[in-house]
């Protein structure tokens, strides 16, 4: 079975700093997809970025990109010039290519300081 | 569209009571899903249907749950002779079939079993 693994329940960063959020994945599938989620107090979930797994380059939204390590399943989250608003419980999350449900990690809190 | 819409938004139920919950998802979207999220966790899934047929089950699922998705439109989970275990936040999910990232939460149904 597939498993998802964020091992940072909290972390922190300041205002305008770059905070960086691990992931780590379990699956001998070849074709799958990784996501990172966001969900803010307002509860729903908001599809931060995504990757293909075919893909070697790294995905890269606005102030948000990944590092993608295949071969070490590791698919880590860079914020860059974080604000107030990042604030959120941000999960991992994996998707086989020939499913359709997602694997949740278990989430990080980040918290953006003044 | 207004995007996914969750009914109630928080429920409080007693134990051993029936609750139904609601969600009218994106009216393109041909895929419904429902997760469940308990305090600290991420999403796990528990069903999903494409159009009225529903394909998957989790293992969560016991036999206390039932969901439907009549005409294949809005579909509705319900939980009978509820526990305190239930207790959770229910979100729902659609996709358009053949997109695998074209995924959009609900903002979810707090239930409160007391």
């Known amino acids: 079975a597939q498993t998802v693994t964020q091992s940072q329940p909290e972390m922190s960063v300041q205002e305008a700093e770059t905070v960086t959020l691990s992931c780590t994945y379990d699956t001998s599938e070849s074709d799958y997809y990784l996501f990172w989620y966001k969900q803010p107090p307002s509860r729903q979930m908001i599809l931060v970025i995504r990757q293909e797994a075919y893909k070697q380059q790294n995905a890269t939204e606005n102030r948000f990109s990944v590092n993608f390590q295949k071969a070490a399943k590791s698919f880590s989250l860079k914020i860059s010039d974080s604000q107030l608003g990042d604030a959120a419980m941000y999960f991992c999350?994996?998707?086989?290519?020939?499913?359709?449900?997602?694997?949740f990690g278990t989430g990080t809190r980040l918290q953006v300081t003044l | 569209d207004t995007g996914v819409s969750q009914d109630p938004r928080h429920k409080i139920t007693k134990r051993g009571q029936n609750v139904t919950f609601r969600c009218d998802p994106i009216s393109e979207h041909n895929r419904l899903y429902w997760y469940r999220q308990t305090l600290g966790q991420g999403p796990e899934f528990l069903t999903y249907f494409q159009n009225e047929a529903q394909l998957e089950k989790s293992r969560l699922l016991s036999d206390r749950f039932s969901a439907e998705r009549p005409k294949g439109s809005f579909s509705t989970l319900e939980i009978q002779r509820t526990e305190q275990g239930d207790s959770a936040m229910y979100l729902c999910a659609s996709s358009l079939a053949g997109q695998p990232y074209g995924y959009t939460f609900g903002s979810g149904t707090r239930l409160t079993v007391v």
């Open positions: 999350a994996y998707r086989a290519g020939t499913a359709s449900k997602l694997t």
